[in-house]
């Protein structure tokens, strides 16, 4: 029931931070992959996400219009298109709604022990595994 509860309350919270950047979370979880990798295919973000390159290709459509992203020519091969995040909206948008949320994570972790630390990062590692071969089961 506690991972039932965090994995809706963690729902609620991106839903949350979209509806705040006139984003639905879709568009959100992918505005994260993009500033994760910090420069990215939409065909690495499709793989990524989960999504038809199709459907990455609206989202990118919608970040770019509001601001969030851009589109780059690789500089390797000039037919690929590198989709980069607008470092300043990012910073003006972003950060002030995730600023207060990491400085609570970080109370909430420092109140467990190294080894405890270690045996959560084990638990969520694991549970992660688990929860990306049952996505692959269901859509195969």
Do not use: W
Not at 67 to 79: E, K, L
Not at 99 to 117: H, M, S, T
């Amino acid at each position: 029931m506690v991972l039932r509860n965090n994995s809706t309350n963690t729902i609620k919270f991106h839903q949350a931070i979209a509806t705040k950047l006139g984003l639905n979370p879709t568009d959100h979880k992918c505005l994260e992959i993009i500033f994760k990798n910090s420069a990215v295919t939409a065909g690495k973000i499709a793989e990524l996400i989960g999504l038809s390159t199709g459907a990455v290709t609206g989202v990118i459509d919608r970040l770019e219009k509001v601001g969030f992203v851009y589109r780059d020519s690789d500089p390797n091969d000039r037919r690929r298109t590198i989709i980069r995040v607008s470092e300043k909206k990012a910073e003006e948008a972003m950060f002030p709604l995730f600023g207060p949320f990491g400085e609570k994570i970080e109370e909430v972790l420092a109140k467990y022990k190294q080894q405890e630390l270690v045996l959560l990062i084990d638990f969520f590692t694991n549970i992660n595994e688990v929860l990306s071969e049952e996505t692959e089961r269901i859509k195969a």
